[in-house]
């Protein structure tokens, strides 16, 4: 027994923390935890270190002073005299606004371009491979400085809308395009609560209301699939559905005295109505049709990977190819799609912090920019960056694992 | 045990280079190149010219301060700096001394631990605006949108303006002058501010100069200098003296012409404790009896500097105004040299 390589308990001898295989990987991993503890120990002390020899330190009281600085897209109250935080918040919902239109403009773009390549259209297919290459292969950042830049330079500035020899005019007198953003009508109340103008309570309103009609329509589908399953016939639905959704809607934005306010040329810039900035157009667009590109390869990929016998037995059955498409191939493909689309959503909020390029101020521009630079709190800033994208890349991914989970073959 | 130790080593060894990092100075002579902030481009003050030699007012400094450290005023590595990047580099050691169209103000001198040497121009911040817009007042611009060079005073000063008179404004925050140049003369926004030189500078370079006027108003005071790391007083004392011997050399009538001549026949004794023929200032900075007379000889006084750069006679065509000497009404006043 003394030969045995066994160890037997009370022998353990410490070269067998690396000789033995049972051990082993267990001493590999304490020293990379050790390593890894030291260095950013390390790097904690070099930073204390230089930090009490610049006579620095590290405090947060600079959020609550004044910001300063004025900022051009504010989707909440702001001015030169709010907080640095408030300004921080500003960007925050800057950069929410723009990554969710991005979100919904990209999957769209994915979604009918990896359908199109598809397509046995040669021509369409080589358009949507043509657009999938040229526009992933190049950087992001280049995709947004190139349409703003066209913007500014095609578009005309609202001077060219000015006098009798105007060289542009606005769109049906309601809609104005200059290179400093587009310049909508936007609705508002005149008999609304909290009066004219009106408070935010009037457009909770309109969405309670359209809430309402989204769940009773589905009633009425409900109701009609159970009629149907009882008795064979389906009961005609479409002119009850359209009554809910526009009835109730139409007679409160007559209660509340809808009217809008159409943008009118008055001193230097249009005024009235909704600006959409020539920096969100140029973001939200560049980061659509980039992460787009994205997205219909996956959506491709998704689509082939639906066995061609799918396609083919739901063609046996009679299905057009546009519902053999719809009811067939696409939910089945979801489940391969929604886990990359997933890293394509996070990578579209992520990089609109290129936003600073065009001048529009997001989060990476007014904490990490401006305040940043006038505070000098470098340090501070960055972390509290970190960490907010940090928080927003972790709740997309629970978000879309939430739906992917709803999504997936549901096995018995 | 052992790598717990090496690390602890590291550690140590971190710290001690971390308190080491105080001697400029040193650090210049034993790398035998000045490492200067500017900016990525303002003609006349920082700009590489057509054989990418750096020129303009403030490289001027820079080069004095490389002839009166090392002898040799082409030993500085330019580092193009934007108005955000400029103060992380300088802080972080990556430049020995910041010359770039930077304002003078408490909270960068006392908060963000910056030492400013002297002011090298007198500014203030106005606004320019294409002559077709009729517009004659700062005060005309409620509902303007001006483009801003973002991360500078300025951007602070316009916000303040624009609330003391009660008009609104929208801001276009811009990274560097050459992007903001570019959305002014597209007519992305109505008007461009930033320092009044820096407008003359940026208007002498359009097209037609002529169809953009600066707005009367100065709305602010903008003391520009150049300025180095807080804590290191030997190395602040060479960038001070050496922008102060620049004017002084101006007030005494010594130039880049004349100051071969001055050192060795001068019987102005100011002249002389100057340009290092007399007295011991230069061994009390820590460098060469002629460090002065090498600025002067390389780059010029003051207003050989101003001159060719950005003065009248330069599409620029800035005047003299508050930055003339003390004895001509000016602000310009070095203290003495004894």
């Given at each position: 027994m003394s030969t045995t390589t066994d160890p037997q308990g009370g022998t353990f001898r410490l070269s067998m923390l690396l000789n033995d295989t049972r051990y082993r990987s267990m001493t590999l991993q304490a020293i990379a935890a050790i390593v890894l503890a030291l260095a950013l120990l390390y790097l904690y002390s070099n930073l204390a270190a230089n930090l009490r020899a610049a006579g620095l330190n590290i405090s947060f009281a600079f959020l609550g002073s004044p910001a300063g600085y004025d900022i051009n897209q504010t989707l909440i109250d702001y001015n030169s005299q709010s907080t640095n935080l408030r300004a921080a918040v500003v960007g925050v919902l800057n950069t929410l606004l723009v990554a969710f239109l991005a979100c919904v403009t990209a999957t769209v773009f994915g979604v009918l371009a990896g359908v199109l390549r598809l397509s046995n259209n040669w021509l369409v297919s080589k358009l949507m491979a043509f657009y999938v290459e040229i526009f992933r292969n190049i950087p992001v950042l280049i995709w947004i400085v190139i349409i703003f830049t066209i913007m500014i330079a095609v578009l005309p500035g609202?001077?060219?809308?000015?006098?009798?020899?105007?060289?542009s005019s606005m769109l049906f007198d309601l809609f104005a395009f200059t290179n400093r953003g587009v310049y909508v009508p936007g609705p508002y109340f005149t008999r609304g609560i909290g009066g004219e103008g009106g408070s935010i309570i009037n457009w909770l309103l309109v969405i309670v209301v359209l809430v309402g009609s989204l769940f009773a329509t589905r009633a009425v589908t409900a109701r009609a699939n159970n009629i149907q399953a009882a008795t064979g016939v389906r009961p005609k639905t479409l002119w009850t559905n359209l009554a809910i959704w526009f009835v109730p809607i139409i007679a409160l934005l007559f209660i509340l005295g809808l009217s809008w306010d159409v943008p009118a040329l008055k001193g230097f810039n249009f005024a009235g109505g909704i600006k959409v900035g020539g920096p969100l157009i140029a973001l939200w667009f560049a980061l659509s049709i980039y992460t787009g590109a994205f997205i219909a390869e996956n959506v491709r990929a998704g689509i082939q990977a639906v066995s061609k016998g799918q396609t083919e037995a739901a063609s046996a059955l009679g299905l057009r190819p546009n519902r053999v498409m719809s009811l067939v191939v696409l939910p089945q493909a979801l489940r391969v799609i929604i886990p990359p689309l997933i890293s394509q959503y996070l990578n579209i909020t992520k990089n609109s912090s290129l936003a600073i390029a065009v001048g529009y101020a997001d989060i990476t521009a007014t904490l990490g920019g401006i305040t940043l630079n006038q505070t000098g709190r470098a340090i501070e800033c960055v972390l509290l960056l970190m960490l907010f994208y940090l928080v927003i890349s972790l709740l997309i991914s629970a978000f879309m694992n939430v739906y992917n989970n709803s999504m997936k073959l549901k096995e018995r | 045990m052992k790598k717990s130790v090496l690390f602890g080593a590291l550690t140590v060894a971190g710290l001690a280079a971390g308190a080491a990092a105080a001697g400029t100075l040193d650090d210049v002579k034993a790398r035998g190149k000045l490492n200067c902030g500017v900016t990525t481009g303002l003609v006349g003050f920082a700009a590489p010219d057509a054989n990418g030699e750096w020129k303009g007012f403030d490289v001027a400094v820079c080069r004095a301060v490389a002839a009166a450290v090392l002898g040799d005023p082409s030993a500085v590595e330019f580092v193009p700096t934007t108005g955000k990047t400029r103060f992380t580099a300088l802080a972080s050691g990556e430049i020995d001394m910041l010359a770039r169209n930077t304002t003078w103000t408490f909270s960068r001198d006392v908060d963000l631990k910056f030492e400013f040497t002297g002011v090298n121009y007198y500014d203030g911040q106005g606004f320019m605006v294409p002559k077709e817009l009729g517009v004659s007042s700062a005060k005309d611009l409620d509902g303007a949108t001006v483009c801003i060079q973002t991360g500078t005073t300025t951007e602070l000063n316009l916000a303040d303006f624009f609330r003391a008179n009660n008009i609104s404004y929208e801001p276009v925050p811009i990274e560097t002058n050459a992007e903001a140049q570019q959305q002014y003369l597209a007519g992305a926004c109505d008007v461009y501010t930033t320092d009044a030189s820096g407008l003359a500078a940026t208007r002498a370079t359009f097209e037609n100069p002529g169809e953009h006027i600066l707005l009367p108003e100065i709305v602010s005071k903008e003391p520009l200098g150049p300025l180095v790391r807080h804590g290191d007083n030997e190395w602040a004392d060479v960038v001070r003296w050496t922008l102060n011997a620049l004017i002084t050399a101006e007030e005494l009538g010594v130039s880049s012409a004349n100051v071969a001549e001055m050192a060795s026949s001068t019987n102005n004794p100011e002249v002389a404790r100057l340009l290092g023929t007399e007295g011991e200032l230069g061994s009390m900075l820590g460098l060469e009896a002629d460090w002065a007379k090498r600025a002067i000889e390389t780059q010029g006084n003051y207003g050989e500097i101003f001159a060719k750069n950005i003065g009248e006679e330069t599409p620029i065509g800035l005047s003299r105004g508050l930055n003339a000497q003390w004895t001509d009404g000016g602000l310009l006043y070095s203290p003495p040299f004894r």
């Open positions: 609202p001077r060219a809308f000015r006098g009798d020899d105007a060289t | -």
